[in-house]
């Protein structure tokens, strides 16, 4: 199992990756056989291909993210953070908590995101 | 599938319930045969007998939720906040972020609750 602060640590890679505009180091944090639902509802994506596209095209739209409190550990392999979404081209602020499972060398293996229409405001 | 708004008013409503000391008012809101993980990582309880106990013995405990932000929806039946309980009488705060999912007539089947030992603090 992962410790909580390598799973911490991981989510605030996640963060700085899409500040930095650096997809790749944001797609190095997934294990080969992950799975995103972005947002919970929406197909499920598999693997790094289709994993690596979503986060490329993610990182090149200019989303921004800050972090709404600190990131939440768990008693087990499991890790979630609040955050904002700023999207500055499309003038779009999106308020979401992603949940993320770890497995043991402390890849992401699963990645949940919350939010919907009604999370999303212009400004 | 519950509405977003449906599934916000539940949490909200959850929130209220400690805040007003109704812990009746917090199980009402789940399903005969919910699933509650509290933290991600401990056993699960099962149903409504385990689900009730655990309630009034955490609302008898004190603890108020402050929640750090809006709740959040998804495009299915989750939804997701992040706050912070405040257990007075221990000198006790915990950052945690509760995640949920709904069934069609709007009631919580599963709760899982994101913190760990590293989300307690003192005071």
Same mark, same amino acid.
Not at 2 to 17: C, H, I, N, S
Not at 20 to 36: H, K, Q, T
Not at 48 to 75: C, H, M, N, W
Not at 103 to 122: E, F, H, L
């Given at each position: 199992?992962?410790? #909580?602060? &390598? !799973?911490?640590?991981?989510? @605030?890679?996640?963060?700085?990756?899409f500040a $930095? *505009?650096?997809? &790749?180091?944001?797609?190095?944090?997934?294990?080969?056989?992950?799975?995103? &639902?972005?947002?919970?509802? %929406?197909p499920e994506?598999?693997?790094?291909?289709?994993?690596?596209? +979503?986060?490329?095209?993610?990182?090149?739209?200019?989303?921004?993210?800050?972090?709404?409190?600190?990131? @939440?550990? %768990? #008693?087990?392999?499991?890790?979630? !953070?609040? +955050?904002? =979404? &700023?999207?500055?081209?499309? $003038?779009?602020?999106?308020?979401? =908590?992603?949940? +993320?499972? +770890? $497995?043991?060398? *402390?890849?992401?293996?699963? !990645? @949940?995101?919350?939010?919907?229409?009604?999370? !999303? %405001? #212009?400004?």
């Open positions: 199992m992962p410790t #909580q602060e &390598e !799973m911490k640590a991981a989510l @605030r890679a996640y963060v700085d990756g $930095n *505009g650096d997809a &790749e180091s944001v797609i190095a944090l997934f294990a080969e056989d992950a799975v995103v &639902e972005d947002p919970v509802g %929406s994506l598999h693997g790094l291909e289709a994993i690596g596209k +979503f986060y490329r095209d993610a990182v090149d739209s200019g989303a921004r993210l800050t972090l709404d409190g600190p990131v @939440r550990g %768990s #008693q087990g392999s499991g890790a979630a !953070m609040a +955050f904002t =979404i &700023e999207l500055a081209a499309l $003038n779009l602020t999106i308020k979401a =908590i992603d949940v +993320f499972t +770890f $497995n043991d060398a *402390g890849k992401i293996t699963t !990645m @949940r995101a919350y939010w919907g229409p009604d999370d !999303m %405001s #212009q400004g």
